[in-house]
């Protein structure tokens, strides 16, 4: 299994970026995805997730109604639309995903993570 992600870049606050995630080795349409996120000398922290057929979402709560997840199962791909972008936003992002199929901002169950792909918002 492995997940690309990529997308990320530097932009001004307020800026949009969208992240990808592409999937291989796994049908993403039977299981829950994750974007997380880690900034400098912070935790990972999770910043949202999709479940596989309900396509239920979570997200950070500092993230609400700025960022939203989605998928295309025909291209096994994954989205983060990320808009209105905050300084605090920075961080590297991770998508990841496991054996199960409801949505959670835990990481604990995740098995598989990709590389992760750094955002940098600043002007």
């Known amino acids: 299994v492995q997940l690309q992600a990529s997308g990320g870049g530097l932009v001004q606050p307020g800026g949009s970026l969208r992240l990808s995630c592409d999937a291989s080795g796994i049908t993403l349409d039977y299981y829950a995805i994750g974007w997380f996120r880690q900034a400098p000398g912070k935790e990972r922290e999770g910043v949202s997730s999709i479940s596989s057929s309900s396509g239920k979402t979570y997200y950070l709560d500092s993230v609400k109604g700025r960022f939203t997840i989605s998928r295309d199962n025909a291209k096994n791909t994954v989205y983060l639309q990320m808009n209105d972008l905050k300084p605090e936003d920075t961080a590297v992002y991770y998508c990841?995903?496991?054996?199960?199929?409801?949505?959670?901002?835990?990481?604990?169950?995740?098995?598989?993570w990709g590389q992760g792909t750094l955002v940098t918002v600043s002007s």
């Open positions: 990841a995903t496991g054996h199960f199929a409801e949505a959670t901002l835990d990481e604990a169950p995740y098995a598989y």
